[in-house]
Nanobody, 126 residues
Framework: QVQLVESGGGWGQAGGSLRLSCAAA????????RGWCRRATGKEREFVAA??????????AVSVKDRFIVSRDTDNAENTLYLEMNGLKPEDTAVYYC?????????????????WGRGTLVTVSS
C-alpha cells in the first residue's frame, strides 16, 4: 500500500482558485494511478479526477472537467499529486480525499481505490 497525505485545503470564494497537494510514501508509489474524490455533507463520496502512473492520461468528472486540473510530479521523490481548482462554486464545498489505485484511472472513477488519504476540507463561499 501507499501512504497518502493531503494539504492545501481551506477557504475559497466563488469564482476563485485553490490548489490541493498530496504527497505519497511507499515503495511502489510511482506505479499507482492517483486521483481525488470528495464528499459533501450529507452526500455520497464521489470521484473528481485521476491521473495515470506516468502522468500522461487524465480523467475528470463531468462536474469539474472544465474547471479542475489534475496532475502529478513524476520527478520528485514524493510523486506529488495536485488538483488545481478554478472557477470555484459553493457546491464544490466538501472534504477532498487523495486516492491511489493499482488499476486504471477509469477503474478509479468507478470506485476501484486501494489507498486513501485522511482528507482535507475545502469550503467555498458565495
Amino acid at each position: 500500500q501507499v501512504q497518502l497525505v493531503e494539504s492545501g485545503g481551506g477557504w475559497g470564494q466563488a469564482g476563485g482558485s485553490l490548489r490541493l497537494s498530496c504527497a505519497a510514501a511507499g515503495r511502489t508509489r510511482s506505479a499507482y494511478s492517483r486521483g481525488w474524490c470528495r464528499r459533501a455533507t450529507g452526500k455520497e463520496r464521489e470521484f473528481v479526477a485521476a491521473v495515470s502512473g506516468d502522468g500522461l492520461r487524465t480523467y475528470s468528472a463531468v462536474s469539474v472537467k472544465d474547471r479542475f486540473i489534475v496532475s502529478r510530479d513524476t520527478d520528485n521523490a514524493e510523486n506529488t499529486l495536485y488538483l488545481e481548482m478554478n472557477g470555484l462554486k459553493p457546491e464544490d464545498t466538501a472534504v477532498y480525499y487523495c486516492a491511489a489505485s493499482t488499476d486504471t484511472i477509469w477503474a478509479m472513477s468507478r470506485g476501484k481505490i486501494d489507498s486513501w488519504g485522511r482528507g482535507t476540507l475545502v469550503t467555498v463561499s458565495s
